[in-house]
């Protein structure tokens, strides 16, 4: 049973930067397709970025250029830098996990958001 964790949210002027931190553990070796996704008050959730277990990126248009996701397999973690936050940034980020085949289509896993393992959410707020 996969459990995901994360940590780092918090609050934020427009601008500002947060680094947002997702402790992954109950499996012995990474071989997963792992994403951020956040969630906005009355929006449905949406697909932030997506990484490959050979460390293939894909972005939201939104974030492009402002965020990078990161994994540390040894530490089992995932991470998002956000940088050059704004207002419209503010959600509920959700770290996700699923078997790596989800990646083979990386723009499908980014917007389908089709994973099966799912944190609790850590909060952003960015404040202009």
């Known amino acids: 049973q996969v459990q995901l964790v994360e940590s780092g949210g918090g609050s934020v002027q427009a601008g500002g930067s947060l680094r947002l931190s997702c402790a992954a553990s109950?499996?012995?070796?990474?071989?997963?397709?792992m994403g951020w996704f956040r969630q906005a008050p009355g929006k449905e959730r949406e697909g932030v970025a997506v990484?490959?277990?050979?460390?293939?990126?894909t972005y939201a248009d939104a974030v492009k250029g402002r965020f990078t996701i990161s994994q540390d397999n040894p530490k089992n973690t995932l991470d998002l830098q956000m940088n050059s936050l704004k207002p419209e940034d503010t959600a509920m980020y959700y770290c996700?996990?699923?078997?790596?085949?989800?990646?083979?289509?990386?723009?499908?896993?980014?917007?389908?958001?089709?994973?099966?393992?799912w944190g609790q959410g850590t909060q952003v707020t960015v404040s202009s």
């Open positions: 109950g499996y012995t070796y990474v071989s997963y397709c």
């Open positions: 990484i490959d277990r050979d460390g293939i990126t």
């Open positions: 996700a996990a699923d078997y790596d085949p989800l990646c083979y289509d990386s723009d499908y896993a980014l917007k389908s958001a089709d994973f099966g393992y």
